[in-house]
């Protein structure tokens, strides 16, 4: 067995031996941690590479013994008994030669025995632990991202926002690990969509939606189409589970229609809300801030998701009146001569550059801004 070279070489070779380039990089002193995320994604591409390197690893481990019969027992079985075992996952390692006697002993046979069938489950254990990783991505500060999946749906990710992604035979699985995103969903009725937010899940079958994570609160709003929004069960220690295991029984369960939302807490969830214009729950994807009777400090904040010099709003009285009108995301400094234009307001710069608003005269509040 060798190594290939180059991702060509890779590329143009069999199964097998790809497989045995994966089995060389893997068990080499060098190997990195950039070298086994390469096999994570090579193997995750198709079970036939799946049984190709369990085979090889099940190879090896005969070579060494003539006592160790062939396995017949099919990748899918190996792969099901692995996911299905509570033993630890372990990482590969590099395997030592072993000595070989010109007369193994029955213990020594044994013992090879037992070896090689260690090594087996823990490649198994390995190789499916890598199968059923999830595909993850994620946005700076400022930075937006579109992600098309296998079947056609399509994630938008805002600001500083994060996904993970499972798809299975029979469920494709989301979970918005923070921030914002926009998910236009394929119809597919045998495949559920759902996605996780940490207090619920929505659930799509074919259907465009916003939802939006916050540390206090999720905002869950329907473009196009209807979902469902299913609540963990109240007073449930557990989690929903999480990429490969089904929704568990919920309650309550709300089904949003277009141009409805509703928001999550920790209380559990509200009752579906009209929205009278549905262009301002997208308008980030345009780099758009539409606020309409929003109070500054939320405006403050929604700024703050795009830029890395916050604006810092010091008074309560000040934070508190209302705005009107549409910003761009990127563009603070808009903004805050805005809020520097309004009589008795001072916005100043701190040590870390961040843009404090404050007022001059305690005692005079601010006008309402329009």
Not at 317 to 333: I, K, M, P, Y
Request: aromatic letters at 6%; charged letters at 25%; a neutral charge.
């Amino acid at each position: 067995m060798k190594r290939l070279n180059s991702a060509e070489a890779i590329e143009s070779a069999t199964v097998p031996e790809q497989a045995a380039h994966w089995w060389v990089v893997l068990h080499e002193d060098t190997c990195t941690r950039e070298d086994r995320e390469a096999f994570a994604a090579w193997v995750r591409r198709s079970p036939e590479r799946v049984e190709a390197y369990l085979r090889l690893n099940m190879s090896m481990g005969t070579l060494q013994s003539k006592q160790r019969a062939w396995s017949d027992i099919p990748a899918e079985e190996l792969i099901r008994r692995a996911r299905a075992s509570s033993a630890e996952i372990i990482p590969l390692a590099r395997s030592q030669p072993a000595a070989l006697a010109p007369r193994p002993s029955a213990f020594a046979g044994t013992r090879m025995f037992t070896f090689a069938s260690v090594a087996a489950i823990c490649c198994v254990l390995v190789v499916a632990w890598f199968l059923w990783l999830p595909e993850r991505y994620q946005t700076d500060i400022g930075e937006q991202r579109s992600v098309l999946l296998g079947d056609g749906s399509l994630i938008t990710l805002n600001t500083a926002s994060e996904i993970e992604v499972k798809y299975t035979e029979g469920r494709r699985f989301i979970r918005l690990v923070r921030g914002e995103a926009l998910f236009e969903v394929a119809h597919d009725p045998q495949r559920p969509f759902d996605v996780d937010t940490g207090k619920a899940v929505v659930r799509a079958v074919g259907t465009r939606f916003n939802i939006d994570r916050r540390a206090d609160r999720t905002t869950v709003s329907v473009v196009q189409g209807k979902v469902q929004v299913m609540s963990e069960q109240p007073n449930t220690s557990s989690r929903v589970p999480r990429h490969d295991s089904a929704v568990p029984e919920t309650q309550p369960m709300e089904v949003l229609v277009e141009a409805q939302r509703l928001v999550v807490t920790e209380a559990g969830m509200s009752e579906p809300e009209r929205i009278a214009d549905i262009a301002p729950v997208t308008a980030w994807t345009q780099r758009q801030l539409v606020f309409e009777n929003r109070s500054l400090g939320e405006v403050a904040e929604e700024f703050n998701r795009y830029n890395r010099q916050h604006i810092l709003i010091e008074s309560p009285r000040l934070r508190a009146e209302s705005v009107t009108g549409v910003f761009q995301a990127n563009d603070s400094a808009s903004f805050l001569v805005f809020i520097a234009n309004i009589p008795g307001v001072r916005v100043t710069t701190n040590a870390e550059g961040h843009h404090v608003v404050s007022l001059m005269d305690a005692g005079e509040g601010p006008k309402v801004l329009r």
